[in-house]
DNA sequence: GTAATTAGTGGGTTGGTACCCACTATAGGC
DNA sequence: GCCTATAGTGGGTACCAACCCACTAATTAC
């Protein structure tokens, strides 16, 4: 899974890297990417974090609102569910009042993974901010939440 | 192609959006994905323009030099290559004094395809960055700059 | 009760990317 | 001339993400 160089570096036309958007795309896909294999190192995947985060920030849910707050196929979210559900890190339960419902919450060990897993992805995000300092790194993140609030949330990964 | 949004909308969990790598890794696909859609209208891939433009901006090069330069495989550089070479976007000619290599040159036809396509991306990109004004989206660029610049140049996409 | 609706799930398909290997033609060392 | 290395190309494989459909179980409407 992790991929040495294969082809050698490059350095890029100044009309791709004069776009924003081509930078955006770059860089949030090797940040991705970087993030990803940390996880895949213990056999996670993004949205195993999703899901993790959206229990835990948002409290235990039936698998279909999940679905629709994270944007998922509820078909794969039931596949993400079993995982997490399998290693402990969520516990399904059957909503009494509705039984067609599974309410899905966040275990004591899910907490801690979700704890572990955010400090991976702030390792990833140092390393790759590198060259940013501190108030400089303040200023990204405001900007891009502008950005991200004003995208119709169409749809996109974890 | 053009994915209408198949599932309702969603607000995401704080803990993600918290993390400028979450936030930059799900902008940018965003435009990487509004600018794919564009591109596919006219049966082009980002690739495509990544080729024209490395063209353009460096001069005709042998195939293994422009792979080398935008790190794509030799074999998949070929492909793209040939449907650009088809379409008359670009030119293949032997290279007279080494004959296994094929120089390639972009057509007064690629260049004006490539000045169209700039122009989509652009267009894309105000929309992306609505909310942000032309300072900002100065500060922005500056970042992102850096940030790439400071990535080991592993591997992309295009 | 019967019909229509909804929640979850299993089993796929599709599209795109990266990657790899075998093969041909040419070049260069010696 | 012979051998090795290199450039390009064709034809794959592997993987992942998004998506979709059919089916079951439970609920609600009438």
């Given at each position: 899974m992790a991929s040495e160089n294969p082809h050698p570096a490059a350095d890029l036309p100044p009309t791709l890297l004069d776009l924003s958007t081509y930078l955006l795309s770059r860089v949030g896909k090797t940040a991705r990417g970087r993030f990803a294999e940390r996880l895949a190192e213990r056999g996670l995947r993004l949205w195993d974090m999703a899901v993790l985060a959206a229990l835990a920030d948002f409290g235990p849910q039936a698998q279909r609102d999940l679905a629709a707050r994270l944007a998922i196929d509820p078909s794969d979210l039931a596949k993400v569910a079993d995982q997490l559900a399998a290693a402990g890190y969520v516990q399904r339960a059957r909503?009494?009042?509705?039984?067609r419902r599974v309410s899905v919450s966040v275990t004591e060990a899910g907490r801690a993974l979700l704890a572990e897993l955010d400090a991976q992805a702030r390792a990833v995000q140092d390393e790759v901010l590198a060259p940013l300092d501190a108030g400089e790194r303040q200023v990204l993140q405001e900007l891009l939440l502008r950005v991200h609030r004003g995208m119709g949330e169409r749809r996109g990964g974890p």
């Open positions: 909503d009494q009042a509705d039984r």
